[in-house]
């Protein structure tokens, strides 16, 4: 069994909203002359600051609480945070050189949204109240609805 804070796993979602924050904000300066994705961006930016207090808020009630669980399910989150839309060659948001274009900026934000929205399901699943974050998962889908439909109407 693998003992881990919930504190700790809600930290690394405070994280992952700022990377977001730092993501959108770059995003909607780098194609400022696409009015309409420029403004989903900055849109976007402002949801994950909300995010980020969300889960400031359910760091302090969690507090270093620790919950026991199988050793899968600690590599499972750790997975997700790892992964190439989390985390850079300096612990940060990779590299975006390789966005030149609207639609690799959306499909990036795309595939960041869905693992957000996977790594926030899990953090659910060890909350005793899940209201907070039912709202945050919620609103995370709604991100992937307008990321998808912008992509379409393109």
């Known amino acids: 069994m693998n003992m881990y804070s919930v504190g700790e796993i809600i930290e690394m979602a405070v994280q992952t909203e700022r990377l977001g924050y730092q993501f959108y904000t770059e995003m909607a300066e780098r194609f400022k ?3 309409k994705l420029s403004e989903l961006c900055g849109t976007l930016a402002l949801k994950e600051k909300s995010h980020e ?4 808020k359910l760091k302090e009630t969690a507090g270093a609480e620790e919950i026991e669980g199988p050793e899968e399910f600690g590599q499972y989150m750790r997975a997700l945070v790892e992964s190439e839309f989390f985390i850079g060659k300096e612990k940060s948001l990779p590299s975006l050189e390789h966005v ?3 639609d690799e900026a959306v499909d990036f934000a795309l595939g960041f949204e869905k693992e957000t ?3 926030f399901i899990g953090l659910r699943s060890m909350l005793n109240d899940t209201t907070a974050i039912d709202g945050v998962i919620n609103e995370e889908r ?3 609805a307008w990321l998808s439909r912008f992509r379409e109407e393109r």
Not at 53 to 56: L, R
Request: glycine fraction near 0%; avoid cysteine; charged fraction near 10%.
């Open 100 to 102: 030149t274009s609207v």
């Open 53 to 56: 207090a969300v889960f400031n």
């Open 33 to 35: 002359d696409d009015q």
């Open 117 to 119: 929205l996977l790594y």
């Open 142 to 144: 709604s991100h992937i």
